[in-house]
């Protein structure tokens, strides 16, 4: 199965939107991507989505259920949510996949439960999933998806990717499965079990998955990683443009330390300081090197990395936690969205043109421009393209009538 999109043209830029993982954070970036899109309306039409601007979009846990309703097809064969409506999405639905309980020993409840199996079961999540998914599969996304999980298993990654799918078809499974895998956040949701059976029900594939944390809460690296093997194989680009979106992260305060930790068995590290220490650990190292890596690798390939990274990393309190899904706490989610639009881009290397701009807002103004304009040349290319295969063909046709003798001469091919 080919690419879904173009990223072959020459001198075109290779457009990426990553979302970290972060569970009910998702709705901070979700904000982003409404004011993104928005843009880019402004420019092209009401009709314009991002999934005709990036060439891949990919996500975890959260960031993959919001990748997969900016990428699955409805009978129009557009994307089934417009940006918009991804906010609305988690303020009705996160309560219920999150369910809250207001007793005053709820904290304590929630650590007792998760010594002895998941918080949450996740039945709510599971049925939502496949009744917006339906049974839509990994080739039949409107670009190209990258989305990391991991197979508990067999101890080992797994990324559903649409580049991967020619070498490996036992990965196009639906949609839906691979949403409900890379969300089965170790604690919270249990894991995923599933199997892949073709037509004639022979087995393809067969899946244990856990959180896609556990391999990249941030998947910019891991997508660039995909298009890069693109590359490799003869693609040409003209660069990369990278949108990576965060789903915030604890404003730095000595949460923990060691001494404390150093006590810690297994019921520390599961609940310590009204959190899940183990979970905080890996999410935000996965994301921060990440961070560290795309920077680095944009720049050292000299490939005119254009890498606009969003993230709030001064949460504190309510807005910090995963999962707490209070109507109070999600608008409070909202909010911090809004304001993360007028902060100034992160600093860093590979991240011109972005790094001038004095808020998040205008640096997207900005990335929206850059996207039509991309859009735009392509549509040109393409259409130059198909005016010279047009030729071509009525060319040949001629050739081969005046060989056939239904022309009088050839004289009149080339005129």
Known sequence: MASKKATSGQGDLITILSIDGGGVRGIIPSVILDFLETELQKLDGENARLADYFDVISGTSTGGLVTAMLTSPNEEKRPIFAAKDITNFYLEHCPKIFPQHTNPFAPAEKALKALSGPRYDGVYLHRLVREILGNTRLHESLTNVVIPTFDIKRLQPVIFSTYQLKKKPSLDVMLADICIGTSAAPTY???????????????????????????????????????????????????????SLGTGSPKFIEKYDGNTSSHWGVVGWLASGGSIPLIDVFTQASSGIADYH??????????????????????????????????????????????????????????????????????????????????????????????????????????????????????????
């Open 189 to 243: 949701l249990p894991c995923h079990t599933f199997r892949h059976e073709d037509s004639e029900g022979n087995l393809i594939g067969e899946f244990d998955l856990i959180d896609g944390g556990v391999t990249a809460n941030n998947p910019t690296l891991v997508a660039i990683n995909e298009v890069t093997q693109e590359i490799k194989g003869g693609i040409k680009t003209g660069g990369f443009l990278v949108l």
């Open 294 to 415: 795309t920077s680095t690798f944009l720049q050292a390939l000299h490939l005119e990395g254009k890498y606009l990274r969003i993230q709030d990393d001064t949460l504190t309190g309510d807005v910090a936690s995963m999962d707490l899904a209070t109507t109070k706490n999600l608008e409070d989610l909202v909010q911090v969205g809004k304001q993360l639009l007028q902060k100034r881009p992160m600093m860093g290397m590979g991240r011109q043109p972005f790094s001038d701009s004095s808020t998040n807002e205008k640096a997207l103004i900005r990335l929206a421009k850059m996207l039509s304009e991309e859009k735009i040349k392509r549509e040109h290319n393409n259409s130059q393209e198909v005016e010279i295969n047009t030729s071509v063909s009525r060319r040949t046709g001629m050739y081969l009538r005046a060989v056939s003798g239904s022309l009088p001469n050839l004289q009149q091919i080339t005129t």
